[in-house]
C-alpha cells in the first residue's frame, strides 16, 4: 500500500499539535509497512515554525517514508515577536509589558490571521505537489488540514485516486461564529471531494456534521495519541516555596488564555506560593501579558514563548498542575503528553481528548470559578494530586498510534477497495 501525504508542519519544526500528530501517526505507519511519500514546504529560513527541514539523521529514522520538500512559502500562522526567555524558564508580565513588541494592530486578536498571503501560498503548493505526483505511484492520497485540501483534490483529479482529508481543526474551533469564509469554504469543498474524512475526536465529528453539510457514514473517528515516555518523571520544583501550573500551547483565542488568567487571579486570592507558566506564542500573546500585568497577577505570572524538545519537558517536570482551558479543542495531544510525565491534568470538557480519559479533572471553559476550585483541590491536597499522577500515566500510556494508524490502515483498505471496484 503507497500513500501519497500532504502536510505543511513535521518535527523539529512545528507551531502546534498537527505536526507532532503527523510524525506520531506517520512513524506508527512506517512500522506497519505502509510506504508513504510525505509532500512538504521547505524555506531557507527553516527556524521558523511552519516551514520543514527535516534533519537527515531523522529522515533515516523512517523505512518507509520519504520525505519530498518542496519550495515553499506555506506557514500557518503569522510570527510574533517572541517574549524572551530569562535564565530560569520566562519572564514575568510586569517585567514584559512595556516591552517593545514587533506586532502590528492587525495582528492582535484576530482569528482569521494567517501569516503573509496564505491563499497564494496555498495555491502555489498545490501546484508543485500536482506536478510531484505526476512522477509517483500510489493508491490514496491524504491531506492533512485545509491547506492541504486544495492540493490533495487536485491530485486526485489528476490521478483518479481516492483523496482521504484528515480533519484537525475547523475553522469553527480556530474562529468560533466568525468564521473565514474563503477558508470554510475550502474546507467544505475538500470534504465534499474526499472520499471519508478523518476527524480526530467525536467533537470534531459533530462539528462536521451540524456545520459542513457532510454525511455522517462519510466521516470517521480517529482519536490521536502520544508518545510514551517509559517511565515516570521526576518532579523538578522551579522554586521550593511554589506550586507551578502550566499553560502550554497557542496563546489564541481557541485556547483559553483569558480563562487561564481569570480562574489563576481566584487560585492567588486562596493560596500564595503559586506561579503560572504560559508556554507558547500566538496572536494574543501581547494582550494576554497586558491583561495579566491589569489584573495585579503579572509578577505571578512567566511567559516562556514557544518551547521545544527539552524545555517542554522540563516544563512538564516543573509543573503540578497542567491546565488546558481551550474554548474548543479538537482533540489536545498535550495532556496526553502530561499524563505521560507524571502530571495531574485539569481539561476543559470543550475537548476531544476528554472524550477518551477518565484520570483527569475536567471543567467547562468559562467556568472560571469551578476551574479555580479544581486547581486549588490539587495544589492543596498531596493525595489527590498523587493519585491523578499514578492513575493519569497508566491510563494515558494505553493510547498509542500503533492503534491509530491501525485504524487509518483499515480506512485506506475500504477507499481502495471501493475505487478499484468502480473501476471495473
Request: proline fraction near 5%.
Amino acid at each position: 500500500m503507497k500513500v501519497f501525504m500532504l502536510g505543511w508542519e513535521f518535527p523539529p519544526y512545528i507551531s502546534g499539535g498537527l505536526g507532532t500528530a503527523c510524525y506520531g501517526l506517520t512513524k506508527a505507519m512506517d512500522e506497519l509497512g505502509i510506504e508513504v511519500t510525505f509532500v512538504l514546504p521547505k524555506s531557507s529560513t527553516s527556524h521558523l515554525a511552519g516551514h520543514v527541514n527535516i534533519p537527515s539523521d531523522q529522515r533515516c529514522a523512517f523505512k518507509n517514508v520519504r520525505f519530498l520538500m518542496i519550495s515553499s512559502t506555506l506557514r500557518p500562522y503569522a510570527q510574533v515577536a517572541a517574549v524572551p526567555a530569562s535564565r530560569e524558564l520566562g519572564c514575568s508580565a510586569t517585567q514584559q509589558t512595556n516591552a517593545p513588541a514587533n506586532i502590528g494592530p492587525g495582528q492582535i486578536d484576530d482569528p482569521n490571521n494567517y501569516g503573509g498571503d496564505i491563499y497564494s501560498d496555498v495555491r502555489g503548493y498545490t501546484d508543485k505537489a500536482v506536478r510531484i505526483a505526476a512522477t509517483e505511484q500510489f493508491d490514496v492520497i491524504h491531506a492533512h488540514d485545509w491547506m492541504t485540501y486544495p492540493a490533495g483534490e487536485a491530485v486526485s483529479r489528476q490521478s483518479y485516486k481516492p483523496l482521504i482529508v484528515h480533519v484537525h481543526s475547523t475553522e469553527f474551533d480556530r474562529s468560533g461564529e466568525h468564521v473565514n469564509q474563503q477558508v470554510y469554504d475550502i474546507e467544505q469543498q475538500g470534504m465534499y471531494a474526499a472520499a471519508k474524512v478523518i476527524a480526530v475526536s467525536n467533537l470534531t465529528k459533530n462539528t462536521i456534521l451540524k456545520h459542513y453539510d457532510i454525511p455522517s457514514e462519510k466521516v470517521e473517528v480517529v482519536h490521536n495519541a502520544a508518545e510514551h515516555s517509559g517511565n515516570e518523571s521526576q518532579h523538578i520544583p522551579l522554586d521550593e516555596a511554589d506550586k507551578i501550573v502550566l499553560f502550554l500551547g497557542r496563546i489564541t483565542m481557541q485556547k483559553g488564555p483569558e480563562y487561564f488568567l481569570a480562574a489563576a487571579k481566584k487560585v492567588l486570592e486562596e493560596i500564595n506560593n503559586v506561579k503560572f507558566i504560559m508556554a507558547g506564542n500566538g496572536d494574543m500573546m501581547h494582550r494576554t501579558i497586558e491583561l495579566a500585568a491589569r489584573m495585579g497577577i503579572g509578577h505571578k505570572v512567566l511567559f516562556t514563548g514557544f518551547l521545544r524538545g527539552e524545555d517542554v519537558d522540563r516544563a512538564y517536570q516543573m509543573a503540578d498542575l497542567y491546565v488546558m482551558p481551550s474554548v474548543s479543542e479538537p482533540f489536545g495531544i498535550a495532556p496526553l503528553e502530561a499524563m505521560n510525565r507524571n502530571v495531574p491534568v485539569l481539561i476543559s470538557k470543550q475537548s476531544g481528548v476528554a472524550e477518551i480519559v477518565s484520570h483527569a479533572l475536567k471543567v467547562d471553559f468559562w467556568d472560571i470559578n469551578e476551574m479555580a476550585n479544581k486547581m486549588i483541590a490539587v495544589l492543596k491536597r498531596p493525595p489527590l494530586q498523587k493519585t491523578l499522577s499514578r492513575n493519569g500515566f497508566n491510563e494515558a500510556n494505553k493510547f498509542n498510534w500503533e492503534d491509530s494508524a491501525m485504524k487509518v490502515k483499515k480506512i485506506y483498505e475500504e477507499v481502495i477497495a471501493k475505487a478499484q471496484s468502480e473501476e471495473k
